[in-house]
């Protein structure tokens, strides 16, 4: 298989379903290696074992992406198994949603660490073995929650606009060393999470859902996209841009 990102080898984050699944899927049909880091094992082994069956290349590494040492040993792992990095999706992220009165502390600092913090810890990692590989490229996926407000969402809120900030101070940091870094400012997604909400809270899926100028959920298959094209060759003048992905929402 060959395609935009063949041979490239590529880490994502939250690769077990959702964007992160559909990018890796995607980024493998391209020719990518792609080495898939998640909290749930049999979800991660399955879903790289589907990838090779599919006749392209995919690895597993068991990741808590809120921990350093286990995304340190995620992106040593792809760069021992396959001897480089050439870029990574820092996809992961979620958690408790709430008011900044009703948000607990311990709610704020678990969302921070999954939203932000597991960024950071990406970053740490994968520059400096981008670099080393010759350079490459990062996606890091925001929100619209970066660029705008939400009454029901502080501590989302506040570690997607982090992540859109590190992103801009990452690509100027790297801008001289052959790396770029981006992120998407990805609106309603038809994700699991966003199926969830809909199954146990109507009401308001349908408040966001009313809100989208297309009238629609994004697809996964559409973020993915967009994302190949970012990591590959055909978008070396683009970096520390914040790309919406969102249907008009924010336009």
């Known amino acids: 298989m060959s395609g935009r990102l063949d041979s490239k080898v590529l880490v994502v984050t939250g690769g077990t379903q959702g964007m992160g699944l559909a990018f890796a899927q995607r980024a493998a049909k ?20 589907q990838i090779r069956s599919a006749g392209s290349s995919a690895l597993f590494v068991p990741t808590d992406v809120t921990v350093e040492e286990e995304m340190a040993r995620l992106v040593g792992t792809a760069v021992s198994e396959f001897g480089r990095l050439d870029g990574a999706f820092n996809n992961a992220g979620g958690g408790p949603m709430a008011s900044v009165r009703a948000t607990e502390s311990e709610d704020w600092h678990l969302s921070l660490a999954l939203n932000l913090t597991s960024v950071f810890y990406g970053l740490k990692y994968e520059l400096p073995a981008i670099i080393a590989s010759g350079g490459g490229a990062i996606v890091n996926n ?6 705008k407000g939400d009454g029901t969402q502080a501590a989302y ?8 900030g590190l992103t801009r101070s990452a690509a100027h940091d790297v801008a001289r060393s052959g790396v770029r870094v981006n ?24 408040r966001y859902l009313s809100a989208q100028p297309t009238g629609r959920a994004g697809t ?4 993915a996209a967009l ?11 683009i970096s520390g841009a914040s790309i919406a992905i969102d249907g008009a929402l924010t336009a």
């Open 30 to 49: 391209e020719g990518a290696h792609v080495v898939i880091g998640a909290r749930d094992k049999d979800r991660g082994e399955e879903a790289a074992a």
């Open 142 to 147: 925001a929100s619209v929650s970066g660029v």
């Open 157 to 164: 809120n506040a570690a997607k606009h982090g992540v859109i």
């Open 183 to 206: 992120a998407l400012v990805t609106g309603l997604i038809d994700t699991p999470l966003w199926q969830g909400v809909v199954n146990q809270a109507p009401e308001i899926a349908e």
């Open 220 to 223: 996964s298959d559409e973020v």
């Open 227 to 237: 994302t190949t094209f970012l990591l590959s060759d055909e978008a070396t003048f």
